[in-house]
């Protein structure tokens, strides 16, 4: 899927007022109202939303997100505070869950990292894109009621490595990342100074659906160097290093066996504004 972004136009209109009404239709059809009622309420959200939008962040960027060159999706990114603001991400609903809006935040993820600046962001605490900014790094700052602030602060550990494996983001993968690379050795850093050669010996699917992605990894170690369960930096010649939290299972005469499991909510998120 290409993804390109350009400016909004006077003619994106019609199309951002559809992708608002998109995003909170079935919010809005729950309370009972005519189409007529629905329309003319959502429209006047939607007006109020461009008028603060513009008031708050003048000189901001604003842009369509297109995929193949067909529209999908807004961005609006601003600057206040010393600070990156994601304003906005709304996404169609039939093109959600393609990892379009994950890429995109990564994207200005990268942009704060390069300008030094924190990204932040506001989301409604029952939004399931919480979740999902939690593993991308963000982290809550401020209780607003019914809103988090939340606010990402990059690092060495979150960068792109020579590879291309994305490091201390193990979180953000997926079985089949790890698959590809069975029966192959890791380092287990433990301190500044040690370290432990781990084979990945087994990778298991748990439990799979719409709205759950669990898996397990397995891996042996030598046995005279068990260590306790924590989270551990492993590194791999192909992967890059990334930030795991292991449990040792079992001690034979193989070596200690320790397993890592993972919970993702494989969903793309829906949307957010501030």
Do not use: C
Request: glycine share 10%; hydrophobic share 40%; proline share 3%.
């Amino acid at each position: 899927m290409a993804l390109t972004l350009r400016p909004v136009e006077k003619d994106d209109e019609a199309f951002l007022f559809s992708l608002y009404s998109a995003v909170r239709m079935e919010e809005v059809a729950e309370w009972g109202w005519s189409e007529s009622q629905q329309e003319a309420f959502l429209r006047m959200q939607f007006d109020g939303q461009q008028a603060g939008y513009k008031k708050a962040y003048a000189g901001a960027s604003h842009s369509i997100i297109l995929s193949e060159g067909e529209p999908i999706g807004r961005l609006f990114v601003g600057a206040r505070d010393g600070a990156l603001r994601l304003v906005d991400i709304s996404i169609l609903p039939e093109h959600r869950g393609a990892g379009s809006g994950t890429s995109l935040i990564r994207d200005l993820q990268g942009e704060a990292r390069r300008e030094g600046l924190p990204l932040r962001l506001q989301v409604m605490k029952t939004n399931r894109a919480l979740r999902l900014y939690e593993r991308m790094g963000f982290r809550v700052i401020e209780d607003a009621g019914a809103y988090f602030q939340m606010e990402y602060q990059g690092g060495k550990s979150e960068e792109r490595n020579m590879n291309g494996g994305l490091e201390g983001m193990a979180e953000l993968l997926k079985m089949d990342d790890f698959a590809k690379h069975l029966n192959t050795r890791f380092t287990m850093h433990v301190g500044e100074a040690d370290a432990l050669e781990l084979e990945l010996v087994s990778t298991r699917q748990l439990s799979l659906s719409d709205e759950h992605d669990e898996y397990s990894l397995i891996f042996l170690g030598p046995d005279n160097s068990p260590v306790a369960q924590g989270i551990y930096r492993l590194t791999h010649e192909a992967m890059g290093a990334l930030d795991i939290f292991l449990v040792p299972i079992k001690k034979d005469e193989k070596g200690v066996t320790y397993e890592a499991i993972f919970n993702l909510l494989p969903r793309e998120f829906e949307s957010h504004g501030s």
